[in-house]
T-cell receptor, first 112, second 114 residues
Framework: NAGVTQTPKFQVLKTGQSMTLQCAQD?????MSWYRQDPGMGLRLIHY???????DQGEVPNGYNVSRSTTEDFPLRLLSAAPSQTSVYFC???????????FGQGTRLTVV | SQKIEQNSEALNIQEGKTATLTCNYT??????LQWYRQDPGRGPVFLLL?????KEKRKERLKVTFDTTLKQSLFHITASQPADSATYLC?????????????FGAGTRLAVHP
C-alpha cells in the first residue's frame, strides 16, 4: 500500500526557475492538500482540493499553482522560484478535511 | 482568522512520567481536533481525533481532552518512553469559502530522557 507518494525528495533550483512537485495517492481520497514547513512556523497550508476539478487557496498561496485533473494526482507548480520558497513541502490526503490525513515523505526544496 | 497556539518550547521529561502538551485555539470552535506525531525528516503521522461533543479520547498510552469552553485540547502520554520523543502537532478543520481547511499548530517538541 503506497499511500501518498511525493517526488522528488530533494531539489535545488536557481532563482527564476520553474518546477512541479508531484503528489499521488492511491486511497481514492477526495481531499488533498499542500503544506510548507519552515522552522518555528509549523505546517502552513498552500493550496487544497476537495475533489477533481476543485481547488482553493490556503494561507500562503502566492507563487504557487495547483490543478486537480484526477482524484489521484495533485501537483504543485512553482512558476518562478524565489529564495523565500526554500522549505520542506508536504502533500497530504484524506477522505474529508476533518478526518485522518495521510502525509507524504516530503520534498526538501532549496532555491539559490 | 483561526489561530492555533502550541508551546514552542521543548518539553523535557523523565522516562515513566506523564507528558502533557497543550493546544489552544481562537476565533472559531472546530467540530474536530486532531493530534499528529512528526519525527525528524518525516511527514506527520495521525494519532488521535476528538469531536466537539467528546470530552476525552484514549488510545493505549495516549489521552486527549477537548474543552470547547476554554478552546483548549490537552494531549497526554502516560508512562512515557524515549521512543515517544518527537514533535507533536495539533490540527483542526476550519471552514472558509465554502470548504473546510485542515490547519496546524507549530508543534511542541517532546524529549523523554532515560
Amino acid at each position: 500500500n503506497a499511500g501518498v507518494t511525493q517526488t522528488p525528495k530533494f531539489q535545488v533550483l536557481k532563482t527564476g526557475q520553474s518546477m512541479t512537485l508531484q503528489c499521488a495517492q492511491d486511497m481514492n481520497h477526495e481531499y488533498m492538500s499542500w503544506y510548507r514547513q519552515d522552522p518555528g512556523m509549523g505546517l502552513r497550508l498552500i493550496h487544497y482540493s476537495v475533489g477533481a476539478g476543485i481547488t482553493d487557496q490556503g494561507e500562503v498561496p502566492n507563487g504557487y499553482n495547483v490543478s486537480r485533473s484526477t482524484t489521484e494526482d495533485f501537483p504543485l507548480r512553482l512558476l518562478s522560484a524565489a529564495p523565500s520558497q526554500t522549505s520542506v513541502y508536504f502533500c497530504a490526503s484524506s477522505s474529508h478535511s476533518s478526518t485522518e490525513a495521510f502525509f507524504g515523505q516530503g520534498t526538501r526544496l532549496t532555491v539559490v | 482568522s483561526q489561530k492555533i497556539e502550541q508551546n514552542s518550547e521543548a518539553l523535557n521529561i523523565q522516562e515513566g512520567k506523564t507528558a502533557t502538551l497543550t493546544c489552544n485555539y481562537t476565533n472559531y470552535s472546530p467540530a474536530y481536533l486532531q493530534w499528529y506525531r512528526q519525527d525528524p525528516g518525516r511527514g506527520p503521522v495521525f494519532l488521535l481525533l476528538i469531536r466537539e461533543n467528546e470530552k476525552e479520547k484514549r488510545k493505549e498510552r495516549l489521552k486527549v481532552t477537548f474543552d470547547t469552553t476554554l478552546k483548549q485540547s490537552l494531549f497526554h502520554i502516560t508512562a512515557s518512553q524515549p521512543a515517544d520523543s518527537a514533535t507533536y502537532l495539533c490540527a483542526l478543520d476550519h471552514p472558509q469559502g465554502g470548504y473546510n481547511k485542515l490547519i496546524f499548530g507549530a508543534g511542541t517538541r517532546l524529549a523523554v530522557h532515560p
